[in-house]
Every structure is written in structure tokens, then in C-alpha cells.
């Protein structure tokens, strides 16, 4: 799947990045809940980063076109790199209070760079792959992205048996250099004459920016389809814990199986995909395939049934993911696809609090079924009674 040199480049690059960032989440958490054993603290600090991101991802945009975006991204990697030091920092003086604060500096900093980031890597795809490789491209990057948050919680478990908490830094500071030092390796996709070229202002480059966005109805279309989608993943990994435990009873380690089996099972279908046609009817499988993944999964009386519904849905979902983003890339102007799939992020990141609030209706009414049924309605039957509204 890793077809060329550059993409090889950019592959590792969003490894390493991936794999820290994973880790550095769990032992933010830890370390935060450790100091203050309060819950509402972990609420805090999750708004240190969704508000600044959010913020950032909105006004971002018409910035990304005329930069070099392989540069931007070696400077954001060299930040995360020197802020995960922070907190080794606050742990040498020794005052938790500091150790608070640069915790929340931490979580914002990540939170400004990470909307950044994720459009450029998004945009430099279409560049070091060929078009008739985009699908596998797309696929073997997001199959990436499951394994290394599947794999982060047990490797930072194991790690934690034999090191205090704060060296697990200095582990998360070496994988954004290392990052870092694999995305320097990539060629400047943006000529240096042409990144002042056609300066506008920040208004007219933002206006214009969501008129072309929208001047492509497949791409609109697309990505309010790819954001019903989130949204149904979204919600239901919020109330699977719950809906576990309580609808099914069951223990931890099985609770911990069906938490691998959508990660695992996603991993499969990337070579699932690889081996089969690229096309609209593979998309619609996935897509619907999906959606009848959280039907069944309300339905099941059996925690075998139900590892056997996630371990489905993560093997259908790359036919609908991978060959939805190549549709995307494909249609957008090259030149703006760095603003474009900042726009598209945005859409994205705006539904995050109203999944919250729904999920938490959900869990404190008990209606964690009905959820997944409303998640089956959003990624599949949405889409099929509109007659293919996206291409």
C-alpha cells in the first residue's frame, strides 16, 4: 500500500505522530486525574483542547493554500515535541499547582496545532500518490490511526509496570521528533515564488474559500454525509461502556475484547479493500454494512454476538471511509485542498458537542439502544432514501 518514497515519508511521519499523540493523551489523563482527583478538572481539560481547536479550525483556512506545507508541518512537530516536556517540567519543581498549568498550556497548544496539521497531511496525500491510488492511501493511513489508538493503552500500561509516569514523556517527546525528522525528509510540494503569490485578505480569502467549498455540490453533499457518519461512531463509542456493562453485564476483559474488536476488525477490511474493486457499489457495502452493525449490535443478547457485531462494522467501514475521502480529493481543487479539508474539519469538529449532549441524554435516560438505532439510521438509511445524494 505504501507506494511511493514520499508517501512512505509521510506515512511514518503520521505513524510516530499518531502513536505519541495517543500516548500523550492517556498520560495527560492520568497524570491530571492524579493530581486532582476530580472529574470536573478532566471535563476542563478536555475544553482546554476541543475550544482553542475548534477556534483555530474556523479560522484557519485561508491561510493553508499559499504556505509550504511540508515545512509547516516539521515546525508543528518540533512544538509538540518541546511542549511534551512541560510537564516533566512541572514534576522537576514539584508543585502540583504548576504541573496543572502547564498541563492546560499543553492541552491548548495541542489544540491549536492538531487542525493545522491534520489539513495539510490531509492536502499532501493527493500530491505523493497517484489517483488511481488514493483509496489504499487513504485506507492504510486511517488503518494506521486505529492501530496505534489500539495499541497506545496497552503499551503505555506495560510501560507504566517498570517507569514512573513522567518518563512516558520524554517517550512522547522522542515520537514527535522522530516525526519530525521523517516529514523534513519531504520535498516542498509549494513552490517558494508562488507562497505570496495572489495574497488576499483574510475576509475575501475566507469568503471565497466556503463559496468554492460550496460551489461543489459533491463535496458539500459528501461532507455532511461523512459527518452524519462521525457523528453515529462518535456517539456510540461515548455509550459502549455503559450499554456493555449494563444491557449486556459484562466483566472488564470482555468489555476490553469489544473495545479491540472495531480497531482490529478495521485493520482487516484495509486488506479486505485492497483486494477488492474500487467503485460505488464497495462504498455502499461499507456504508450500509455499517449502519447494520449497530442494528444488530441493540439487538444481541450474547457478548460473542456483540464482539462479532463491532469486529463487522470495523471490517465494512474502511469500503465507506477510504474511498469517501478519495472522492474528496479528487474533486477539489488541488490548489485549495489544504482550505477545503480545513472547511471540512470544521463541519466535523461543530457536531462534537451535540453528540455529547446526546449521548449524555442517552446514558442518563437509559436510552442507550435507541441510540444505536439512531445510529444506524444516520449511516445508512439517510444516505440510500436520498438516491446517492453525494456523487
Not at 491534520?118 to 492511501?137: G, R, T, W
Not at 461515548?238 to 449494563?246: D, G, H, L, N, Q
Not at 469489544?258 to 474493486?277: D, E, I, S
Amino acid at each position: 500500500m505504501l507506494h511511493t518514497r514520499t508517501f512512505k515519508i509521510l506515512w511514518l511521519g503520521n505513524l510516530n505522530s499518531e502513536f505519541g499523540g495517543a500516548i500523550g493523551g492517556i498520560i495527560n489523563g492520568l497524570l491530571l486525574y492524579e493530581l486532582t482527583g476530580s472529574k470536573e478538572w478532566m471535563a476542563t481539560m478536555w475544553l482546554c483542547y476541543f475550544l482553542p481547536s475548534l477556534f483555530v479550525q474556523s479560522l484557519s483556512a485561508p491561510f493553508l493554500n499559499n504556505i509550504n506545507k511540508e515545512k509547516v508541518l516539521y515546525i508543528i512537530q518540533l512544538f509538540r515535541s518541546a511542549v511534551y516536556l512541560l510537564p516533566l517540567l512541572g514534576s522537576i519543581v514539584g508543585i502540583n499547582d504548576i504541573t496543572i498549568v502547564v498541563l492546560v498550556i499543553l492541552q491548548c497548544t495541542i489544540g491549536i496545532l492538531q487542525p493545522i496539521y491534520a489539513s495539510i497531511s490531509f492536502s499532501l496525500i493527493p500530491v505523493y500518490c497517484e489517483d488511481n491510488k488514493l483509496v489504499s492511501a487513504n485506507s492504510s493511513l486511517d488503518a494506521t490511526i486505529r492501530l496505534m489508538s489500539f495499541i497506545a493503552p496497552g503499551m503505555a500500561s506495560f510501560l507504566l509496570l517498570f517507569l514512573p509516569l513522567h518518563c512516558l514523556y520524554l517517550l512522547t517527546t522522542l515520537l514527535f521528533l522522530l516525526s519530525a525528522f521523517s516529514l523534513h525528509q519531504l520535498p516542498y510540494s509549494t513552490a517558494s515564488s508562488s507562497v505570496n503569490k495572489n495574497k488576499k485578505s483574510w475576509r475575501s480569502a475566507f469568503i471565497g474559500g466556503y463559496q468554492t467549498f460550496f460551489s461543489y455540490p459533491s463535496l458539500w453533499k459528501l461532507t455532511l454525509l461523512s459527518s452524519a457518519v462521525q457523528f453515529a461512531v462518535g456517539a456510540t463509542m461515548v455509550i459502549k461502556i455503559p450499554f456493555f456493562r449494563e444491557e449486556l453485564s459484562g466483566t472488564s476483559w470482555e468489555y476490553a475484547l469489544f473495545a479491540a474488536a472495531f480497531p482490529f476488525g478495521y485493520v482487516l477490511g484495509t486488506f479486505l479493500l485492497a483486494k477488492l474493486p474500487k467503485n460505488d457499489v464497495t462504498l455502499y457495502l461499507g456504508l450500509f454494512g455499517g449502519g447494520l452493525s449497530f442494528m444488530l449490535l441493540s439487538l444481541t443478547p450474547s457478548i460473542t454476538l456483540a464482539w462479532a457485531c463491532e469486529l463487522f462494522g470495523g471490517l465494512l467501514f474502511p469500503l465507506f471511509n477510504a474511498q469517501g475521502v478519495a472522492k474528496f480529493q479528487r474533486v477539489a481543487p488541488r490548489d485549495q485542498l489544504a482550505e477545503l479539508s480545513a472547511i471540512r474539519l470544521l463541519f466535523f469538529k461543530s457536531n462534537d458537542a451535540f453528540r455529547d449532549f446526546i449521548c449524555l441524554f442517552a446514558i442518563t435516560n437509559q436510552e442507550h439502544l435507541s441510540l444505536y438505532w439512531w445510529a444506524h439510521y444516520l449511516f445508512s438509511d439517510w444516505f440510500l432514501l436520498k438516491k446517492h445524494p453525494c456523487f
